[in-house]
């Protein structure tokens, strides 16, 4: 059975850090894409950021880009997400996803098998 669990998730003060945390089970982790989602309130999920299986690619939203950075640890079957410079617009649950494909293809929401359960993250201003 798979599974994916995030961790991580707060509430924090605009300006402020958080790493979430997606530990996977029962699946080929290292020959996974693995990626970060997220739906705000009234909102679809949208793409954050993700990052290859092997050669550990990363691709990034626009305004993800320079304050949050993906990575991997295929021996701890991980993937984390760490984001700075938080703003009340980042406010949102996040998803962990894993398919078997690039991180090109997981960005466009395409060849995702499993999601994980979400964690919330709320940004104060």
């Known amino acids: 059975q798979v599974q994916l669990v995030e961790s991580g998730g707060s509430l924090v003060q605009a300006g402020g850090s958080l790493r979430l945390s997606c530990a996977a089970s029962?699946?080929?982790?290292?020959?996974?894409?693995m990626g970060w989602f997220r739906q705000a309130p009234g909102k679809e999920r949208e793409f954050v950021a993700t990052?290859?299986?092997?050669?550990?690619?990363?691709y990034y939203t626009e305004s993800a880009k320079g304050r949050f950075t993906i990575s991997r640890d295929n021996a701890k079957n991980t993937v984390y997400l760490q984001m700075n410079g938080l703003k009340p617009e980042d406010t949102a649950v996040y998803y962990c996803?894993?398919?078997?494909?690039?991180?090109?293809?997981?960005?466009?929401?395409?060849?995702?098998?499993?999601w994980g359960q979400g964690t919330q993250v709320t940004v104060s201003s």
């Open positions: 029962g699946l080929p982790f290292s020959s996974y894409a």
């Open positions: 996803a894993a398919g078997p494909t690039t991180a090109r293809t997981l960005s466009l929401m395409r060849q995702i098998d499993y």
């Open positions: 990052i290859s299986w092997g050669t550990k690619t990363t």
